[in-house]
């Protein structure tokens, strides 16, 4: 047997339908709407009364219209400040000062603090250390395995320099931590 989306399917006749109307609502406005719309002018006709009475209302919270306030004449008229005065050549003298003068050069040095170097772990195996050099020579930067004997015993290091300035060392820091090596710390190599 055929698929169901293949069968041709019967078209039955169609029935004929009587026109039945609904019977129609009383047209109107409902006692829900009417009295909505009556408190509502009510709200308008409160707030619109307020707003009259603020305008009515002095600074002072009297009663007293706009026109009675502009009648009154100010009791204290001793409150003037006293602006000062400008003057065009006092102004710019500090200007022409500063033209005439000669600025002496500072007596400094700059020291170079010295070559840097970026550790960026230390691990009891070296096979640890080996595979941190890997991912970190696959974020583009050159790494060192050293390996360093102390009073705990054997460590390999982790190392990346020297670098001449600090600001180089923290490029190649800021291009670690793009690639999840956010380990590691830069010290002054001496």
Request: glycine content about 6%.
């Amino acid at each position: 047997m055929a698929h169901q989306d293949y069968v041709s399917k019967k078209k039955s006749p169609k029935k004929k339908t009587t026109n039945k109307k609904a019977p129609q609502q009383a047209v109107g406005i409902s006692l829900k709407t009417k009295l909505i719309a009556v408190v509502t002018l009510f709200a308008l006709i409160g707030f619109s009364y307020f707003l009259w009475s603020l305008a009515q209302t002095t600074n002072d919270g009297s009663n007293q219209t706009i026109q009675e306030v502009k009648k009154k004449k100010p009791t204290s008229v001793n409150n003037e400040v006293e602006l000062p005065v400008f003057n065009d050549a006092d102004d710019f003298e500090f200007m022409k000062k500063l033209k005439e003068q000669e600025v002496e050069p500072g007596k400094y040095e700059v020291k170079d603090k010295g070559p840097y170097l970026m550790q960026c772990g230390s691990f009891r195996t070296e096979q640890q250390a080996q595979e941190l050099k890997a991912n970190i020579a696959f974020a583009g930067v050159v790494a060192q395995v050293k390996k360093t004997t102390g009073s705990n015993g054997v460590w390999y290091k982790v190392i990346l320099g020297p670098y001449e300035r600090k600001r180089s060392a923290e490029n190649d820091k800021h291009k670690l931590a793009r690639n999840n090596i956010n380990y590691c710390q830069i010290w002054l190599w001496r």
